[in-house]
C-alpha cells in the first residue's frame, strides 16, 4: 500500500477555510485516497474518497492533481468542533487493509 | 441503519489474566469486519479482519485471537495479558465492495496492570 505523508499538526481560526495536503508518491493505478477524521477517544469516521479530480460532499472537498501523488482536504469554515486528527489513507479495495499514519492534528481557535 | 456496539467501554485487567471484547454489528448483514488497536499517540493498527462466519485474516502475530462466531458478531481474545497490550482497541465494519470505507465502533480503552 502506498504510504502518505501529512503534516503532523496545524492551527486555525473559526470561520476560516483548512487544507490538508497529503502526498502519496507511490500511489498505484487503482487505489483510492479516503480521508478520515476522528476526535479523542472515539473511533476514525470516513469523511470522503475520491480517485481523480475533486469531489465534495455535505462535509469537506477533496482535490486531486492529475498526477494523483497528493491530495488535499478542504475544510470550509471550520468551528471549534473540527478540531480533531485527520487521516489520509491510500490503497485499494484490498480487503480492508487500511493503514492509518500518523495524521494531521488540527486545532481551531476561537 | 446500521449500528456498531463494542462492550466494555472500558477494562482495567492484570498481567495474565483473559480478555474477551465483544462487538456486534446492526441493520446490515454479512458485513466485512476489523479489530484496530491504537496505543498512545495515533496510529490505529490492524489486528485482524473477517469476510464471513468461522473467517479471520490476522495481520499482526501477537498473543491475541479473533473469532465471528455469528454473521455480525466479532469477538477479540487474549488467554493471558501482556503489558504491552494496553491501548483503545476499535471494531469496525464495512460493506462488501466498500472495504475503504469502514465504520467504527466507540471503543474500548483496555489497561493492562
Known amino acids: 500500500l502506498a504510504k502518505t505523508t501529512q503534516p503532523i499538526s496545524m492551527d486555525s481560526y473559526e470561520g476560516q477555510e483548512v487544507n490538508i495536503t497529503c502526498s502519496h508518491n507511490?500511489?498505484?493505478?487503482?487505489?483510492?485516497i479516503t480521508w478520515y477524521q476522528q476526535f479523542p477517544s472515539q473511533g476514525p469516521r470516513f469523511i470522503i474518497q475520491?480517485?481523480?479530480t475533486k469531489v465534495t460532499n455535505e462535509v469537506a472537498s477533496l482535490f486531486i492533481p492529475a498526477d494523483r501523488k497528493s491530495s488535499t482536504l478542504s475544510l470550509p469554515r471550520v468551528s471549534l468542533s473540527d478540531t480533531a486528527v485527520y487521516y489520509c489513507?491510500?490503497?485499494?479495495?484490498?480487503?480492508?487493509?487500511?493503514?492509518f499514519g500518523q495524521g494531521t492534528e488540527l486545532s481551531v481557535k476561537p | 441503519s446500521q449500528t456498531i456496539h463494542q462492550w466494555p467501554a472500558t477494562l482495567v485487567q492484570p498481567v495474565g489474566s483473559p480478555l474477551s471484547l465483544e462487538c456486534t454489528v446492526e441493520?446490515?448483514?454479512?458485513?466485512?469486519l476489523y479489530w484496530y488497536r491504537q496505543a498512545a499517540g495515533r496510529g490505529l493498527q490492524l489486528l485482524f479482519y473477517?469476510?464471513?462466519?468461522?473467517?479471520i485474516s490476522s495481520e499482526v502475530p501477537q498473543n491475541l485471537s479473533a473469532s465471528r462466531p455469528q454473521d455480525r458478531q466479532f469477538i477479540l481474545s487474549s488467554k493471558k495479558l501482556l503489558l504491552s497490550d494496553s491501548g483503545f482497541y476499535l471494531c469496525?465494519?464495512?460493506?462488501?465492495?466498500?472495504?475503504?470505507?469502514?465504520?467504527f465502533g466507540p471503543g474500548t480503552r483496555l489497561t493492562v496492570t
Open positions: 469496525a465494519w464495512s460493506f462488501k465492495g466498500a472495504a475503504d470505507e469502514q465504520y
Open positions: 507511490n500511489i498505484a493505478t487503482n487505489d483510492y
Open positions: 475520491g480517485y481523480k
Open positions: 489513507l491510500v490503497g485499494g479495495n484490498q480487503g480492508g487493509k487500511l493503514i
Open positions: 441493520g446490515t448483514s454479512n458485513p466485512n
Open positions: 473477517s469476510v464471513g462466519i468461522g473467517q
